[in-house]
């Protein structure tokens, strides 16, 4: 496959916006019918993190009021599954605030992924760092994704996060690709990143050792107690360019409008799907913040004419 420089990614990512998401359209249209995939989200084990991400309520380095919840028993998880298997939702994505999980929280976290499948629905996890072995052991239990974002530019990392590297996140994606899991990635916009940092973000998603099958892309949400709660906005043109970018550079993969829908309105989360997006978070609640109510969504879904759960 031939190589994409930053600076070919700068040129689709700074041409006329009107062109940029014109052109990610037709290629949208290309690989895709349009459809919106439902995700639900579940905070399995919350707050208590020993990580620093600057931008996150669940870090012990933030000053944020979390309600703080070790593993959640499986029933409580199979209510959730059963809840999103109702109202249509296709996958399953459990996140945890670990820098990586004991041995412990990965078998009971192997039981969430049996009760998830044995429901007939796609499973995900995001629980920090795995080794070869954890990853092996989380695809036995039949796990089908395994998010782990890089979130920002590997030169602006270490503005965002100081407890592991960029480098660390990519071993954890090698094993991950390795053990066969289908590999989620993407990051947060509007950390106080530049432009450049954009293209290199997008660049990195391209040099990642497997493609990933599902890009989420973050717009920050300002809790209040962390190091970000008072960044300044991200200009909303700038979410859409990097969706047009990556609808792009990834023609098949899903891009996931995540965190930070409450702060879109309806026509700006309009934009974001004409530009390539076709996933969401579906749920009252993301992990620790709130997202769009699901009315609002069913609504919004009926007013674009498209089904939803492709
Ligand atoms: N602890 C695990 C990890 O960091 O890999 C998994 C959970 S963590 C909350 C998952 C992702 O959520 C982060 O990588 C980040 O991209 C996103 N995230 C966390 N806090 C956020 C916020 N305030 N706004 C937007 N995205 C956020
Ligand atoms: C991802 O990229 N976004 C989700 C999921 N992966 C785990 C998390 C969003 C978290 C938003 C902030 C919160 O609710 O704490
Ligand atoms: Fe911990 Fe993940 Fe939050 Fe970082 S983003 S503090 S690793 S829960």
Redesign the pocket.
Known sequence: MLTTTKEDISIIYEQPFLELVSKARSIHQQNFVDDIELCQLVSVKTGG?P?D?SY?S??NSNQSEIKVNPLLPLDEVEKVVLEAKTKGVKRVCMGA?Y?TPNTSALSRVNEYIGVIKKHGLESCATL?SLTMDQANELKAAGLDYYNHNIDTSPEYYSQVITTRTFQDRVDTLTNVGIAGIKVCCGGILGLGESRADRVSFIHALTCLPTAPDSIPINMLVKVPGTKLANVEDLDKFELVRVIATVRILFPKTRIRLSAGRLELSELEQSMCFMSGANSIFYGEKLLTTDNNHQDSDKNLISKLGINANG
């Open positions: 993190c990580e991400c996150c669940q870090s605030g820098k920090g």
